[in-house]
């Protein structure tokens, strides 16, 4: 029986289940497909430069990086992000009278000039203002997409919609890093990682040609009543105790998923010995060695970018399981699941665990991240209203953004910031070192030669007397925060109808 059972019965539930999946996928009308391929060029031309912001900010300016602090990165990449988030809030109230393709379009402009522009400048306040002015840009376009997504689906398909949405992302947001990895180590300029993402951003233009409008409801009301009104509805939604809850626990989950670009690169750069790994890609796939790897090390954006490799693989069938069961049940899990994995790429120095643990983290990512926006987008927001209320599932994301930036400058610098602990072994030493402490690989070359170490004997060194890999109580604490909060939110605010 069993056997008759493994062989009969389960093949025919596999072709049942394949079966609604093709059903779901043909229900979608063009605009829904339109608009995911308009998302991948829009992540791709983003993440092309994001994943390699952070070394961007903070590398040796021997490399063409800029030198800054961890503390200005984090303020840079933290308020950015920020308002990034919570722009939309009030563009898709905009974009819900002005049109959705319009909107776009004026996007992708801001897109273009300033990824132009970002390269040409050096100073920290210069840097930072082009920084924000590329955030507008993407605060145009976030709205207007999530919406799209969420008129173009319905009850049956929302999980899959969302699920096919969320692995567009991810798409995209493999293949830029990787393409300007590529560039950027060939040509050995950053210049032409941000000229790649404005191509990237301009296929959009053409793809606008496809995009038909989705139905919008006509509003009498002016652009300045308009505004009024999303600032008092965002005070009446404060008022409610439950709604506030909500976001500030999954802020929590945000503040930790943001230390995967804020910190994660610059905790491998700083800590983790990556020539083992590229070594062995040298004798048994050199396309990888030669394209991601530099000066006998892989760059540590490429372990950052498996978490797209992860979801773009998995997250079809991860959204086919968690679509049983409820939003808050799945995002109590994958905050918890998410920030294990992340914590684990901060306690070790082996590039292989960082790997695996990647794997962890996408695994949490998939089946919780994709579940917010679907249940403020199918269970929430009203149907006339998409834009905006899809703009204000922005709020947690964009507070989470700050709170992060806090979190991978002052904190980290603090706890795990190699050339601080370096300086503070300088003072202790009395050593007279002559580099600037921007000027990063003469500093520890110099300071290594001092202390008749090797560069990664001294990395090894400060490793074990300043622990910089207890950073991961923080990103643990963060993550299990949010779960466990949930769980109490859930059992006590929910049921009791606080």
């Known amino acids: 029986m069993g056997f008759f059972f493994f062989k009969k019965i389960l093949p025919l539930r596999q072709n049942q289940k394949n079966q609604n999946v093709m059903k779901i996928l043909k229900s979608f009308p063009k605009t829904f497909w ?42 840079m990449m933290g308020i950015g992000m920020g308002i990034l988030y919570f722009l939309p809030i009030i ?16 996007s992708f402009l801001v897109h273009v000039s300033a990824f132009l522009l970002i390269p ?37 398909n929302a999980s899959i919609g969302f699920g096919i949405f969320y692995m567009m992302i991810n798409i995209g947001g493999f293949l830029g890093p990787m393409v300007a990895l590529m560039l950027r180590n060939q040509f050995e300029s950053y210049y032409i990682v941000f000229y790649a993402s404005a191509i990237a951003i301009s296929i959009n233009f053409f793809l606008l040609l496809f995009y038909d ?35 500030l626990l999954v802020a929590c989950f945000w503040t930790m998923f943001w230390q995967l670009f804020k910190t994660l690169p610059v905790f491998i750069a700083q800590w983790v010995d990556t020539s083992t790994l590229y ?27 498996f978490g797209p490799i992860y979801i773009i693989a998995f997250q079809i069938l991860v959204s086919s399981i968690v679509m ?90 603090k706890m795990s910031d190699k050339f601080s602990f370096l300086e503070k072994e300088v003072a202790a030493r009395g050593l007279d070192i002559s580099a600037s402490v921007t000027e990063r690989t003469a500093y520890l070359t110099e300071v290594a ?39 109490f939110y859930d059992r006590f605010m929910l049921k009791k109808g606080v």
Not at 36 to 51: D, H, M, Q, S, T
Not at 279 to 294: C, D, L, T, W
Not at 339 to 350: E, Y
Not at 354 to 368: C, Q
Request: aromatic share 16%; charged share 15%.
């Open 120 to 156: 040409h400048f050096k100073s920290f306040g210069a840097v930072f203002a082009m920084y924000i002015y590329l955030a507008i840009g993407s605060a145009m376009f976030k709205p207007v997409i999530t919406a799209t997504i969420a008129k173009t689906t319905n009850d049956k």
């Open 449 to 487: 030669a001092e202390m008749n170490m090797t560069t990664q004997e001294l990395t090894n060194y400060l490793w074990v007397t300043y622990n910089p890999s207890s950073f991961w109580m923080v990103v643990l604490g963060l993550g299990a925060f949010a779960s466990i909060g949930l769980f």
């Open 279 to 305: 070594q062995y890609f040298a004798i048994h796939a050199p396309f990888f060695s030669n394209k991601f790897g530099v000066d006998g090390e892989m760059s540590p954006e490429f372990f950052v970018n």
């Open 324 to 413: 049983r069961y409820k939003p808050l049940n799945a995002m109590m899990a994958g905050f918890l699941v998410c920030s294990t994995g992340l914590a684990l790429t901060f306690m070790t120095q082996n590039p292989v665990f960082i790997i695996v643990a990647m794997f962890i983290f996408a695994l949490g990512e998939m089946a919780s991240s994709p579940k917010i926006q679907e249940y403020i987008g199918r269970v929430i927001a009203p149907e006339d209203k998409k834009a905006l209320y899809m703009g204000c599932s922005f709020i947690p994301v964009s507070l989470g953004s700050f709170a992060a930036g806090f979190v991978s400058g002052p904190v980290y610098q």
């Open 213 to 247: 409008e989705p139905k919008r409801q006509e509003n009498s009301e002016n652009f300045r009543q308009a505004i009024k009104t999303i600032f008092r509805n965002i005070f009446t939604a404060l008022k409610d105790l439950k709604f506030v809850v909500f976001l």
């Open 34 to 75: 339109t608009a995911n391929i308009i998302e991948l060029f829009e992540r791709w031309a983003w993440y092309g430069p994001y994943v390699l912001f952070a070394i961007y900010l903070t590398g040796s300016v021997e490399s063409g990086a800029l030198g800054f602090t961890q503390a200005q990165k984090g303020m």
């Open 91 to 106: 563009v898709g109230a905009i974009a819900d009278r002005w049109g959705y393709k319009k909107m776009m379009f004026l």
